[in-house]
């Protein structure tokens, strides 16, 4: 898979870090940015990394700021952006897995660098389930979505 990755200033050393563990997984790695720790803005890389994807650059993609939940908000306002928080193992595979997640965003100032590699290998190992259930509720999702977000 294609895995683009974003972070602002505070999730910099983070995602400097998680690129190898992503291509060691097979992955290749499209890099949003930002190349430094100067202070920038988090919606800037929610919105490059939610774009690569819709734009088909990217399959999935990893957001980091200082505690994920900025960027996931941004990133979410995306239209066919499905990200989400997690910083426990569960919700990186489960989010795929029953919610088709296609952003996983995580907190720089809030988990260490061991725990970030665990949730990205269990979240780009896992794969939507496709059961009915699953898609019935994704389809919800869908509908609220084409409901109220205009481009």
């Known amino acids: 898979m294609r895995i683009v990755i974003g972070a602002d200033h505070a999730g910099y050393e983070l995602k400097e870090g998680l690129k190898a563990t992503i291509e060691g997984l097979g992955h ?20 490059a990394v939610g774009e ?24 979410n306002k995306l239209p066919g952006i499905r990200a989400a928080v997690c ?6 595979h489960q989010g ?10 995580l907190g720089a100032r809030v988990i260490d660098s061991e725990l ?14 496709g059961d009915e259930r699953h898609v019935r509720r994704l389809n919800k999702v869908l509908e ?8």
Do not use: W
């Open 52 to 75: 690569a994807i819709k734009e088909g650059r990217a399959d999935r993609g990893i957001l980091i700021c200082g505690s994920g939940v900025g960027a996931s908000i941004a990133a």
């Open 116 to 129: 970030a590699r665990s949730l990205v290998e269990n979240y780009l190992g896992a794969m939507f389930s």
């Open 96 to 105: 795929v897995e029953h919610d088709d997640m296609n952003v996983l965003t």
């Open 87 to 92: 910083h426990d193992v569960y919700s990186a």
């Open 144 to 151: 609220i979505e084409a409901r109220h977000c205009h481009e």
């Open 28 to 47: 290749i790695v499209v890099d949003v940015g930002t190349f430094s720790t100067k202070p920038v803005d988090y919606p800037d890389y929610a919105q």
